[in-house]
């Protein structure tokens, strides 16, 4: 089992970590306002899981989700990060991070400006196509027919398939998105972001399979 470092622990990073204790996993959780804010939802987790700064998250983990606003990337701790899996689950919103000129023109995707500032990670987009809520009540055993998949970008072949291997240990299968370049098609608004897992107002969503995953990437224009 492996050791999830979690900058960031709303409710994509709290659901992730909830999962990977369930499947074995010990967690380490940070957030920007300190270890002590966290100390109930370490507690909720169990042994398997202890609170910590954002450095030290970075520095434990085999694995490391990084769940925090755009505009939060510059204050990301690159150095434990260097040679580290890192699963990017951030979405963009203007509303909140502020216009980012790079983004709102599609020259890069997300991911790509979070490696400009990670530059020695290797870098994997996922679980930022699904609500937390159906990300929770959709994780199903290996072999169970009804069993979800998610989609994952990434350039670096060795880091894709260790989150494959975690992505399956917590209930999902994975549809290969593609490089960092077209992690565009998982984005806010596109037709695998949420819709393929039914409405937000269905809390236990529907199980969305391998073939409607790529479907919908397949349908995505900018």
């Not at 970075?58 to 701790?77: E, R």
């Not at 199903?140 to 992505?167: H, N, Q």
């Not at 529907?206 to 919908?216: L, Y």
Request: negative net charge; aromatic residues 6%.
């Amino acid at each position: 089992m492996a050791t999830v470092g979690f900058i960031g622990s709303g409710y994509i990073g709290s659901t992730v970590a909830r999962l990977a204790v369930e499947a074995g996993h010990q967690v380490v959780l940070s957030n920007s306002r300190g270890p002590e804010t966290l100390a109930d939802t370490a507690e909720e987790l169990g042994p398997r899981a202890y609170a910590a700064t954002s450095g030290e998250a970075a520095a434990a983990g085999d694995i490391v989700v990084v769940t925090v606003p755009v505009k939060a990337f510059p204050s990301l701790p690159a150095v434990p990060l260097a040679g580290k899996t890192v699963i990017d689950t951030c979405n963009y919103g203007p509303e909140r991070d502020g216009h980012i000129p790079e983004l709102d023109s599609g020259s890069l995707t997300s991911s790509e400006l979070l490696l400009r500032y990670i530059p020695e990670a290797m870098l994997v987009k996922a679980f930022n196509n699904i609500f937390f809520k159906h990300l929770l009540s959709l994780a199903r055993p290996a072999g169970a027919t009804d069993r979800s998949y998610l989609p994952i970008a990434g350039d670096s072949a060795r880091a894709k398939a260790v989150v494959d291997e975690f992505i399956e240990s917590i209930g999902y299968s994975v549809v290969d998105a593609g490089p960092l370049a077209d992690s565009w098609r998982q984005a806010t608004d596109t037709p695998v972001w949420g819709t393929p897992y039914g409405p937000a107002s269905n809390e236990k969503g529907q199980p969305a399979g391998e073939d409607a995953i790529r479907v919908a990437l397949a349908a995505a224009t900018r």
